[in-house]
């Protein structure tokens, strides 16, 4: 527990919360900033700053506990698609977001789009970055 850590003083109680569902491992919580109702934060109750410092085994259970929220707001919200997204940029207490979506512009700005589709890599770019982590993924097994 990190006591400078919003989300290791949501887990301990110390500041109210919606809490879904706990486990020995997990809290699942719903954001107080949700992009549609329903939208829920998978948090593992262990303060880890980092998603590349989660040992194996709790990211399996973590995923699967991932995988059935969203198939609890699939069935309950009946959304387009449910998404989810880990968080967190820079050191933070490792969570991952499940919400339901209504279209693309629930997440991402139309704004942001526009850009991206104004600026699409060409195709040998393209090639070469998925030769890179192609050969990565290869000598990293
Ligand atoms: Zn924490």
Redesign the pocket.
């Known amino acids: 527990?990190?006591s400078?850590?919003?989300?290791?003083?949501l887990?301990r109680g110390d500041l109210p919360s919606h809490r879904v569902y706990e486990n020995p491992d997990f809290v699942v919580l719903l954001t107080i900033h949700p992009v549609n109702p329903g939208h829920a934060m998978v948090v593992p109750k262990?303060?880890?700053?980092s998603f590349y410092d989660v040992e194996d085994a709790l990211y399996t259970s973590m995923m699967f506990l991932v995988k059935r929220m969203a198939l609890a707001i699939k069935d309950i919200f009946e959304p387009l698609q449910v998404v989810m997204e880990t968080s967190g940029v820079g050191n933070?207490?490792v969570h991952v977001h499940v919400l339901p979506v209504y279209g693309l512009y629930d997440l991402v700005p139309r704004e942001v789009v526009e850009e991206q589709e104004a600026h699409a890599l060409p195709a040998d770019e393209l090639v070469m970055i998925a030769g890179d982590l192609a050969a990565y993924l290869a000598s990293h097994p």
Not at 46 to 49: K, T
């Open positions: 527990m990190n400078d850590c919003l989300f290791c003083r887990i262990e303060h880890i700053g933070r207490h």
